[in-house]
């Protein structure tokens, strides 16, 4: 069975925003990603395979070649396996525990890491707002290799969320408090700001504490990466609650 013009036509339009949220569906690659997503509560629409022999159980698949794999891949290298998955309902919003909030975040990159990070170290919600880029677009999903499907991601009006919370609220950045030497509460708000810019100031005047990762090596480095900071500060507060 090859790849029909109209499944080549919905794919290729999977790779903007609007039409996944209109369609409901994002891409998926390679066989870690995709078995996560299958062994998972997310529900497959359809499965692209050059070779199929360890995915016979599923109905709904698709044997094609390797030119119609490169055809529809996102990756230089694709890797054997493409499928479209339904993109599931936000669930709602705890207000308990440790929760990561990310303000404009740009990078798909940064993105997918953050959810691989929120997975490690068992932050099971992430909030973000409206402006951080879309969590099924195919490189957040590529990147965040299969963590995806265990961490709550809520997209929101990020100061209408802050307004309305009762928790202490931490804000990233580079003046703040020296983070090893500060009082980390085991139910609290992280904010993380966007990579260039930082916090914005109508978000930052929400927060109640500021917190800073010291340097300690020379005075050249301008600043850490949103996700190497994310994974520092992570660490941290589920060291010291």
């Known amino acids: 069975m090859s790849l029909s013009k109209n499944q080549l036509k919905l794919i290729t339009s999977l790779q903007q925003k609007k039409y996944r ?19 998972s509560n997310f529900e497959l629409e359809q499965l692209f395979c050059v070779d199929d022999s360890s995915y016979k159980s599923i109905e ?8 119609e794999l490169k055809k529809i891949s996102t990756l230089k290298t694709p890797n054997n396996i ?18 990561l909030a990310l ?4 990078d798909p990159g940064n993105l997918g890491t953050i959810i691989r990070l929120c997975d490690w170290f068992g932050v099971d919600q992430l909030i ?17 290799m ?11 009006n990020l100061v209408d969320y802050l307004q309305n919370s009762n928790l202490p609220k931490y804000a990233s950045l580079m003046d703040g408090e020296n983070v090893y030497k500060s009082n ?12 260039a810019n930082g916090i914005s100031t109508s978000i930052l005047n929400l927060l109640s504490k500021t917190i800073s990762i010291p340097r300690f090596g020379e005075e050249q480095t301008e600043s850490l990466n949103v996700a190497a900071a994310t994974a520092i500060l992570l660490s941290e507060f589920k060291r010291s609650t």
């Open 103 to 106: 303000d404009g975040i740009n």
């Open 21 to 39: 949220i209109k369609s409901k569906l994002f891409i998926a690659e390679g066989t870690k990603v995709v078995d996560e997503l299958l062994n």
């Open 128 to 144: 973000c707002s409206t402006n951080t880029v879309d969590c099924y677009n195919s490189k957040v999903v590529q990147a965040s």
């Open 184 to 195: 980390l509460l085991k139910n609290a708000i992280l904010v993380m700001g966007n990579e």
């Open 60 to 67: 709904n698949r698709c044997l094609i070649s390797d030119a």
């Open 146 to 156: 299969g963590s995806l499907t265990r961490v709550s991601i809520v997209y929101t």
């Open 82 to 99: 493409f499928a479209l998955f339904k993109i599931p309902s936000e669930k709602s919003i705890k207000n308990e525990g440790l929760i």
